[in-house]
């Protein structure tokens, strides 16, 4: 019989509570009203969300560093999750200079917005900058992410001093005394916040993903990352839960 089932064949939500607290590290009143919901619905959950743990690739500190990337990126903001992450990447030996330099990483994704308008507008007759200065810009940025992605090299023509600038605030939490992540930590933080549920970022995701494996990350890392923040759906039961229970008179 599965540890987790009861004689009767159900899940036994006392098992899948304490498998949940062993495998996931923690545990809350969202869960327990899920748990009052469905127990077997927790269990599933369980299984998917920690099935990067169980692979190994990446260590418990530097999953719960992605986490707390993704619940306080621009697109999600999720504050209940970051709290919830980031004290347990303190519990796991994290400082305050990894938690900032994952968040000053994070705070670098607003550029795209500039990359996804400069795309729409590529055909339309403007002028564009002299090529010396396009080709010296297309250098830093092939430097820093490998080759240049068509489209960043639209928007380095139209514009490669304010792409300049993007580079210099993207690269700035590897720099100076609290500079704590190594390339290839960043760019997997930043891949985490473009493939996530609420961003989606097909430019960001190739973008970074290229250069952790040009540091040295694994394809094996790389999908890991994006298996890891894949479970970050269930915050729509997180959210959505109290408020149906509220207004249908469920106790949790």
């Known amino acids: ?12 939500p006392a098992s899948v509570r304490e498998a949940f607290k062993r ?14 919901y ?10 998917f969300s920690a099935y990067v743990a169980d692979r190994g690739t990446l260590s418990p500190k ?55 308008a400069a795309g729409a507008v590529a055909d339309c007759a403007l002028e564009r900058p002299d090529m010396p200065a396009v080709e010296a810009v297309r250098a ?6 490998g080759d240049v992605d068509d489209a960043f090299d ?20 590897l720099q100076g005394a609290p500079a704590v992540l190594t390339a290839k930590e960043a760019h997997l933080i930043s891949l985490s916040v473009h493939v996530q549920c609420t961003q989606l970022n097909a430019t960001g995701a190739r973008l970074h993903a290229r250069a952790a494996l040009m540091h040295g990350a694994t394809v ?7 298996r890891l923040v894949s479970s970050m759906g269930i915050h729509a039961m997180v959210f ?6 509220e207004l249908t008179g469920t106790s949790a």
């Open 23 to 36: 495998r996931r590290g923690h545990w809350n009143d969202d869960w327990e009203a899920m748990l009052a």
């Open 140 to 145: 830093d940025h092939a430097a820093l992410f």
């Open 240 to 245: 959505a839960l109290p408020v149906i229970n």
């Open 62 to 116: 530097f999953r719960e560093l992605i986490y707390v990337a993704t619940n306080c990126t621009p697109t999600h903001m999720f504050e209940k999750g970051l709290r919830n992450h980031a004290r347990q990447a303190l519990a796991l030996g994290a400082t305050r200079d990894e938690l900032m330099a994952v968040v000053a990483t994070v705070s670098a994704m607003g550029f795209h917005s500039y990359v996804i």
């Open 1 to 12: 019989m599965d540890p987790l089932q009861t004689p009767e064949g159900g899940p036994d």
């Open 154 to 173: 639209t928007g380095i023509g139209f514009d490669p001093a304010f792409h300049a600038r993007w580079l210099d605030f993207a690269n700035a939490p």
């Open 38 to 47: 469905s127990p077997a619905y927790v269990a599933a959950y369980l299984e």
């Open 220 to 226: 094996d890392e790389v999908l890991d990352v994006a």
